[in-house]
C-alpha cells in the first residue's frame, strides 16, 4: 500500500474531513473555483516560504499554526479563503510592466555562483575591445581572442531564459524589451511570432483557453479539491494517509475499482496540474476579463 510521498507517521484521514462537505462545490461556478484554487495556491506558497515547509526550527511557530489550522478547516469548509496572505495574489493579466523590484532582483544574481560563467561572459562584452584594421574593422586573431569573441555573441545573443535554465531555473516569466515607437500592427505580428518561437523552444504548451462548467463538473466528480486538501493537511501535520484510504474517503461508494491505482495514476497528477499557477492564473484572468467586460457592458 503506497504512501502520500514526503510524510511520516500513519494516519487515517482527519475526523474533520467528510467528501459530503465538498457536495456544495458542484453548485460552484468560475468565480467560486477560482477563490478556492487561488487560496490554495497562496497557503501552499506561504507554506512554503514563510514557513519553510515546516522543516526548519526558524519558521516562526505561530505562522506554521496558522497554515494547519487553515488546512483542517478547508477540510469541513471548502470555500474557506485566507486574504491576509497578499504578496502572494497572482496578477490580473499575464502581461506586466518589468517592476523596479524585478530589475534589481535580476541584477543581483551575478553575485551568484551559478552565473559566475555568464558574469565572465558580460564583462568580456562591455569591456573588451580587439584592435581595429585601417578600415575600423575588429582583428580577432589566435584562440583566445576567438574564444573571447565567442562569448560575447553569445551573451548578446542568448535570450536571458535560457541561461536561466541551464543553470537550473526555470523561469515563470519571460522578460523582453519592446520599442513602442514601431507600429501597433508590427508589434502585434513580431509579438505573436515571438510566442509561437519562444513555446516551442521552452517546451510551454498553450494552456487551456476559457475553462466553464463542464470543466467544473470533471473537478468535482474526479474529487480533486478535496484530495488536494487531503494531501496538503497530511503535509502540514507530518502524517500520512495510503493511497487506498484516501481512495475509500474520496470514493466511498465504489467498489469496483482498485482505487489506490486510481489515486496514484489520475487523481493525484491532475489535482497537481489544477493547484499549479498556470491554472490558477488562467482562471484569475478569466475572472478579471469577466468582472471588466461587465462593467464596460454597464458603462
Not at 143 to 161: N, R
Amino acid at each position: 500500500m503506497k504512501k502520500l510521498e514526503g510524510l511520516h507517521s500513519t494516519q487515517k484521514t482527519p475526523e474533520e474531513f467528510h467528501i459530503s462537505n465538498y457536495n456544495v462545490c458542484a453548485s460552484w461556478g468560475l468565480q467560486q473555483w477560482t477563490d478556492a484554487l487561488l487560496s490554495r495556491w497562496r497557503i501552499r506558497v506561504h507554506w512554503k516560504l514563510a514557513c519553510q515547509n515546516g522543516t526548519s526550527d526558524k519558521a516562526p511557530a505561530h505562522l506554521i499554526q496558522n497554515v494547519r489550522d487553515t488546512a483542517k478547516k478547508m477540510l469541513s469548509h471548502p470555500l474557506t479563503t485566507d486574504s491576509g496572505l497578499p504578496l502572494y495574489s497572482p496578477h490580473t493579466s499575464p502581461i506586466k510592466d518589468q517592476s523596479a523590484y524585478n530589475f534589481f532582483s535580476d541584477a543581483d544574481i551575478i553575485n551568484e555562483p551559478e552565473y559566475l560563467s555568464w558574469h565572465a561572459r558580460f564583462k568580456h562584452a562591455l569591456y573588451y575591445h580587439f584592435a581595429e584594421d585601417e578600415d575600423g574593422n575588429e582583428v580577432i586573431e589566435g584562440e583566445f581572442e576567438k574564444s573571447i569573441a565567442s562569448d560575447i555573441q553569445l551573451v548578446l545573443e542568448t535570450p536571458a531564459w535560457k541561461m536561466h535554465r541551464e543553470v537550473s531555473k526555470h523561469p515563470k516569466d519571460f522578460m523582453i524589451s519592446v520599442n513602442l515607437g514601431a507600429s501597433n500592427e508590427l508589434l502585434m505580428k513580431e509579438f505573436k511570432d515571438w510566442i509561437k518561437k519562444t513555446r516551442k523552444e521552452a517546451n510551454i504548451p498553450q494552456i487551456h483557453g476559457f475553462y466553464d462548467n463542464d470543466d467544473f463538473e470533471v473537478w468535482h466528480r474526479e474529487r480533486l479539491l478535496p484530495l488536494m486538501d487531503l494531501m496538503f493537511w497530511a503535509d502540514v501535520h507530518k502524517e500520512s494517509i495510503t493511497q487506498a484510504q484516501i481512495g475509500l474517503a474520496l470514493f466511498p461508494n465504489d467498489y469496483e475499482r482498485d482505487l489506490g491505482e486510481k489515486i496514484r495514476k489520475t487523481t493525484i497528477p491532475n489535482a497537481k496540474k489544477l493547484i499549479s499557477k498556470e491554472v490558477v492564473l488562467a482562471l484569475t484572468y478569466q475572472v478579471h476579463n469577466f468582472q471588466k467586460n461587465q462593467k464596460n457592458s454597464k458603462s
